[in-house]
């Protein structure tokens, strides 16, 4: 049976943005970021296999009438003494899968994942609006190979 927009509901949907990030979290811990028992994630978790949307142990999410995830590469340029604590600001930005210090024209390269555009862009404007954030570049990738 493949899964509607009505079989999801809104925290169907935080659950699978969740285990697309991490696939690996924590039952409880999932529960406490979407407010529900360890118990009752599971049993989601489990309906969502069931029911196709969940296809594998990432946690690889199909939405119905979603297109694959957008995906951007991005080079910063930052000004602060606390790169560490920069970085762990970025691990916060829900979608941010990556962060690398680099050599050369950047400071940091991030790779940032989204389920449409729109929320892309949100993630990247955050980024844009720290103070610390001198520049970004954005590279959006069209093909991944592998």
Wanted: overall charge positive; hydrophobic content about 45%.
């Amino acid at each position: 049976m493949t899964p509607t927009d009505r079989q999801l509901d809104e925290l169907d949907r935080r659950l699978l943005m969740l285990l697309a990030a991490d696939g690996r979290a924590p039952m409880a811990e999932l529960g406490r970021s979407i407010g529900l028992s360890r118990t009752a994630v599971l049993a989601r978790v489990q309906r969502l296999e069931r029911a196709g949307v969940i296809r594998g142990y990432r946690a690889d999410v199909v939405l119905p009438g979603e297109a694959a995830a957008h995906r951007a590469r991005v080079g910063l340029v930052i000004r602060t003494p606390d790169v560490a604590g920069y970085v762990q600001r970025l691990r916060g930005l829900s979608g941010v899968t990556e962060i690398e210090t680099v050599t050369g024209e950047f400071d940091l390269i991030v790779l940032v994942s989204a389920p449409s555009a729109g929320e892309l862009d949100v993630v990247l404007d955050r980024i844009s609006g720290w103070r610390e954030t001198v520049r970004t570049t954005t590279w959006v990738v069209l093909t991944r190979y592998g």
